[in-house]
């Protein structure tokens, strides 16, 4: 596999890049990339949020999963704000405000990948994110689209100045300006992860949230840590697949795939469509994928859930909502422990070594689009891009929501059958957001404005 990067804005792809030309290994490139998606993808992510990695350590020849999700807080907060976001066609129910956000893990998980995989040095790495977050970032399609959606929330608070400057709402094209996220990586730069446990970022998210209700406490922060924990490993068509469990189904889902190669388009689809029912709500997520020269490799998954909506003042930097979201509230809240993730970064592994490094967005569209691509390059032998690009359908309990291009005649006779089909006029992120890197090329999805970049 080539060296390369693929991610969900082409600012993110470039700071991956910009590591990987200067020496470093994978790791150093999915710090600077998703520290480069917490400014530029603000939309979709950001520093306080939660994910989950898996890193490829080629001296070793094994697989890494690396827990940064959120965790339950302690304390007892305000009440939580209800609302409805329109979404396609559909009024989707939300929580946010203070009370909504859990304890922080992105952080921590940028400092345990670098400690464990980085060779560039730490504070070198935040160089990209701190220069976009001066000059500004263009609004790509996809992210200008999604603000549209989730203006009710990002523009409750002081994000209106972020997100909707002299009252318009950003567009795309336009430039999205956060100048005081460059002060917070600064001060991740040079204080560490810790910064957001222990040190100056901890204490101005405390501050905010003893006034406006919050949960977080000063000993739910420092207690927090990133964790390093074995993957979880299927087969599907003769290959390995590491990935990891929990909410994400893909372990589940893969070994009860049909072989797809030979099928027809409309067989492809009436087979697989049984196997895709599931329910939920929206989440909004981001991926970065990469592939370092001496192939080791790391995809990284991140999300504020929709986002608070509350602001840390003079530091532009977004609180996460996963107290709010109410398909991730599995089994009871615990303090201390993690909330449970639809996240599915995944690697697959043949005879001759790694083959493929990929990751999704897209909360309960995320297995289907992993599934869908993978199916796509591993069985049916499509390009990794054509992969991504083909059009995409997910089941729900009421509906078969389906892109344009999917087959007319598995749609008309699952109709005949008695299912509602809601056809999309385009292409949408509510279909999820790929982006991985394999044997046949990098590739990202456009329904996110994705983007991909190798080194020269």
Same mark, same amino acid.
């Given at each position: 596999?080539?060296? +390369?990067?693929?991610?969900?804005? !082409?600012?993110?792809?470039?700071?991956?890049?910009?590591?990987?030309?200067?020496? /470093?290994?994978?790791? #150093?490139?999915?710090?600077?990339?998703?520290?480069?998606?917490?400014?530029?993808?603000?939309?979709?992510? =950001?520093?306080?949020?939660?994910?989950?990695?898996?890193?490829?350590?080629?001296?070793?020849?094994?697989?890494?999963?690396?827990?940064?999700?959120?965790?339950?807080?302690?304390?007892?907060?305000?009440?939580?704000?209800?609302?409805?976001?329109?979404?396609?066609?559909? *009024?989707?129910?939300?929580?946010?405000?203070?009370?909504?956000?859990?304890?922080?893990?992105?952080?921590?998980?940028?400092?345990?990948?670098?400690?464990?995989? =980085?060779?560039?040095?730490?504070?070198?790495?935040?160089?990209?994110?701190?220069?976009?977050?001066?000059?500004?970032?263009?609004?790509?399609?996809?992210?200008?689209?999604?603000?549209?959606?989730?203006? !009710?929330?990002? %523009?409750? #608070?002081?994000?209106?100045?972020?997100?909707?400057?002299?009252?318009?709402?950003?567009?795309?094209?336009?430039?999205?300006?956060? !100048?005081?996220?460059?002060?917070?990586?600064?001060?991740? +730069?040079?204080?560490?992860?810790?910064?957001?446990? %222990? =040190?100056?970022?901890?204490?101005?998210?405390?501050?905010?949230?003893?006034?406006?209700?919050?949960?977080?406490?000063?000993? #739910?922060?420092?207690?927090?840590?990133?964790?390093?924990?074995?993957?979880?490993?299927?087969?599907?068509?003769?290959?390995?697949?590491?990935?990891?469990?929990?909410?994400?189904?893909? !372990?589940?889902?893969?070994?009860?795939?049909?072989?797809?190669?030979?099928?027809?388009?409309?067989?492809?689809?009436?087979?697989?469509?049984?196997?895709?029912?599931? $329910?939920?709500?929206? @989440?909004?997520?981001?991926?970065?994928?990469?592939? #370092?020269?001496?192939?080791?490799?790391?995809?990284?998954?991140?999300?504020? /859930?929709?986002?608070?909506?509350?602001?840390?003042?003079?530091?532009?930097?977004?609180?996460?909502?996963?107290?709010?979201?109410?398909?991730?509230?599995?089994?009871? *809240?615990?303090?201390?422990?993690?909330?449970?993730?639809?996240?599915?970064? @995944?690697?697959?592994?043949?005879?001759?070594?790694?083959?493929? +490094?990929?990751?999704?967005?897209? /909360?309960?569209?995320?297995?289907?689009?992993?599934?869908?691509?993978?199916?796509?390059?591993?069985?049916?032998?499509?390009?990794?891009?054509?992969?991504?690009?083909?059009?995409?359908?997910?089941? @729900?309990?009421?509906?078969?929501?389906?892109?344009? /291009?999917?087959?007319?005649?598995?749609?008309?006779?699952?109709? +005949?059958?008695?299912?509602?089909? $809601?056809?999309?006029?385009?292409?949408?992120?509510?279909?999820?957001?790929?982006?991985?890197?394999?044997?046949?090329?990098?590739?990202?999805?456009?329904?996110?404005?994705?983007?991909?970049?190798?080194?020269?």
């Amino acid at each position: 596999m080539e060296s +390369a990067v693929a991610a969900g804005h !082409p600012a993110t792809a470039e700071a991956g890049v910009w590591a990987l030309e200067r020496g /470093g290994t994978a790791a #150093d490139a999915a710090v600077a990339a998703v520290a480069a998606s917490c400014v530029a993808e603000t939309v979709m992510t =950001g520093l306080l949020g939660g994910g989950h990695a898996i890193y490829w350590d080629e001296a070793t020849d094994r697989a890494w999963n690396l827990d940064c999700f959120c965790a339950v807080p302690s304390g007892e907060g305000g009440k939580l704000l209800e609302l409805q976001v329109p979404f396609g066609e559909e *009024l989707v129910h939300y929580a946010v405000g203070p009370a909504s956000c859990a304890v922080p893990g992105v952080p921590a998980g940028l400092g345990a990948l670098h400690e464990r995989f =980085g060779r560039l040095p730490w504070r070198d790495l935040f160089e990209p994110a701190m220069r976009l977050a001066r000059s500004g970032v263009a609004m790509p399609s996809a992210h200008a689209s999604c603000l549209a959606m989730l203006a !009710p929330v990002m %523009t409750m #608070d002081l994000g209106a100045r972020i997100y909707s400057p002299e009252s318009e709402l950003l567009r795309e094209g336009d430039v999205l300006r956060q !100048p005081s996220l460059e002060k917070v990586f600064a001060l991740v +730069a040079h204080e560490g992860a810790a910064t957001a446990y %222990t =040190g100056s970022l901890a204490e101005a998210l405390l501050s905010l949230l003893r006034q406006r209700g919050g949960r977080v406490t000063r000993d #739910d922060l420092a207690a927090y840590e990133a964790r390093w924990h074995e993957p979880v490993e299927v087969k599907y068509v003769g290959l390995r697949v590491v990935t990891r469990a929990d909410l994400s189904g893909v !372990p589940e889902l893969l070994p009860r795939l049909p072989s797809l190669s030979g099928l027809t388009e409309t067989e492809r689809v009436l087979q697989l469509l049984p196997l895709l029912e599931v $329910r939920g709500a929206e @989440t909004h997520t981001t991926n970065v994928t990469v592939v #370092d020269a001496d192939g080791n490799a790391c995809a990284f998954t991140t999300s504020l /859930g929709l986002g608070s909506g509350d602001f840390l003042p003079g530091l532009d930097l977004h609180l996460n909502s996963m107290l709010g979201e109410v398909d991730l509230l599995i089994g009871g *809240l615990q303090a201390g422990e993690r909330m449970a993730s639809m996240m599915a970064p @995944t690697l697959v592994v043949g005879e001759r070594g790694l083959t493929l +490094a990929a990751g999704a967005a897209g /909360g309960t569209r995320l297995r289907t689009a992993l599934a869908l691509v993978l199916a796509g390059i591993l069985d049916e032998g499509l390009e990794p891009q054509a992969a991504v690009d083909r059009p995409r359908f997910h089941p @729900t309990a009421g509906v078969v929501n389906a892109e344009p /291009g999917v087959d007319e005649g598995a749609l008309s006779e699952l109709e +005949a059958a008695g299912r509602a089909v $809601r056809r999309w006029l385009a292409r949408h992120h509510y279909f999820g957001g790929v982006s991985l890197v394999a044997c046949g090329g990098p590739a990202a999805d456009p329904r996110r404005s994705g983007a991909v970049g190798s080194p020269r």
